[in-house]
């Protein structure tokens, strides 16, 4: 009975012994965790704090921004590898699709088209006889200089005697807008020795100067790339880049002896990827200079087989007509369109610079109009040849 008791007392001290370690264990661990939190909050501190980056907490990205990124690197893809698109179905010619860089690594490694850049559009030119001429879609990488300059000139006038008059016959001024005294001093101005006379009455005549508004500006673009290739691949296609906008850029000749120019190209320059909908769009434009330097700023060298290693191109567009506020909103301004394609529409088929803004209303549907009808028939076409396919297949 006593060995029992004894047994048992120990047993007791044992598990006492046993539950203090394993609650000063706890509480160390706790300790330890209080510890450990607030190193990793201050270091999380101290970094945001360096880098402006926060580097904890951050949500995962919803479904719907994925679904977006998606819909997105979808929507340039199609533009890619459709360069077509929105040109008649009639249209004559070969159509030409020229990329550079054609696609980049991102940093797993994985190839992927361009997220933002720019697409150059050649477009009919208006003549009869096209000769199978070849229309361009060149997509380049968005330069490190984007600039868009808008200007309206005025010229300093002044309202004298005559311009009171008119004012007074044509206008609605009351009067002369000048006194009998007034009158009687601008022509003492006027008089041999009147000088003299300024500087002993302390007076001189008011010429009442403003600006007069005269019109705006062309706005004109320059774009400059640095192309290198790194294989002769890419070398080719920057070849091909420049020839197309040297070509288009001249004008064609027709007649016996070829006296008469045909005009060249007119472009459409657009913006792809998500930046499109914070930049402006120029209107329809002329080339009007293409520079290449074949050096690419540096010491000449070339390639095995003897393409240069790096070349600068600068391309020069003025634009056919001059802005106003209804070719602004409606074809220019990024504001304005937010996720639409108006301005496209409005460039596809080249300048139309004497458009009234209800003749642009009207021109812009029959637009939209003829480009679903396209639209529809190239999907019509695309059943038949899937049918066709299908039917050269067989039952399965």
């Known amino acids: 009975m006593a060995f029992k008791k004894l047994r048992g007392a120990i047993a007791g001290f044992v598990g006492s012994v046993s539950d203090d370690i394993n609650g000063l264990s706890n509480s160390l661990s706790g300790l330890g965790n209080k510890f450990d939190s607030r190193i990793s909050g201050s270091l999380s501190d101290l970094l945001t704090g360096l880098t402006g980056t926060r580097t904890s907490n951050i949500p995962a990205i919803s479904a719907e921004v994925l679904s977006a990124k998606n819909s997105n690197r979808e929507a340039r893809a199609k533009v890619l590898n459709d360069p077509g698109s929105g040109r008649g179905a009639m249209t004559p010619g070969n159509k030409q699709a020229i990329s550079f860089p054609p696609d980049f690594a991102t940093e797993n490694g994985k190839k992927n088209p361009l997220t933002n850049y720019i697409h150059f559009r050649s477009l009919e030119r208006k003549v009869q006889d ?56 601008i022509i003492k101005a006027g008089a041999p020795g009147a000088d003299i006379l300024k500087q002993t009455a302390g007076k001189a005549i008011n010429p ?15 774009y400059t790339f640095n192309l290198r290739p790194k294989n002769s691949v890419e070398a080719s296609a920057i070849q091909n880049i420049i020839y197309a906008f040297k070509l288009s850029a001249l004008p064609g ?18 913006f792809r990827g998500p930046f499109k909908d914070s930049i402006d769009y120029p209107l329809v434009s002329v080339c009007t200079g293409v520079d290449v330097d074949y050096a690419g700023g540096q010491a000449f060298a070339t390639m095995h087989d003897g393409r240069p ?30 996720g639409s394609t108006d ?54």
């Open 130 to 185: 096209k000769g199978g001429e070849s229309l361009y879609d060149i997509f380049l990488y968005v330069p490190d200089t984007l600039t868009d300059n808008l200007s309206v000139t005025y010229k300093e006038a002044e309202k004298a005697i005559v311009e009171g008059l008119t004012g007074g016959i044509f206008g609605d001024e009351e009067t002369l807008g000048t006194s009998r005294d007034e009158l009687f001093e």
């Open 208 to 222: 009442l100067k403003f600006q007069l508004f005269e019109g705006v500006n062309f706005r004109t673009y320059s």
């Open 309 to 338: 290693t790096s070349v600068n191109l600068t391309v020069n567009f003025t634009e056919t007509s001059t802005l106003n506020r209804d070719k602004y909103k409606m074809k220019s301004s990024s504001y304005n369109n937010q």
């Open 343 to 396: 301005r496209e529409q409005s460039q596809e088929f080249g300048s139309n610079f004497n458009a009234t803004k209800e003749q642009f209303e009207r021109q812009q549907g029959r637009d939209a109009a003829k480009i679903g009808a396209q639209k529809a028939e190239k999907a019509r076409q695309d059943k038949i040849a899937e049918q066709q396919a299908a039917a050269k297949e067989g039952p399965l």
């Open 253 to 270: 000749t027709t007649g016996t002896h070829g006296r008469v120019y045909t005009f060249p190209n007119e472009w459409a320059i657009r």
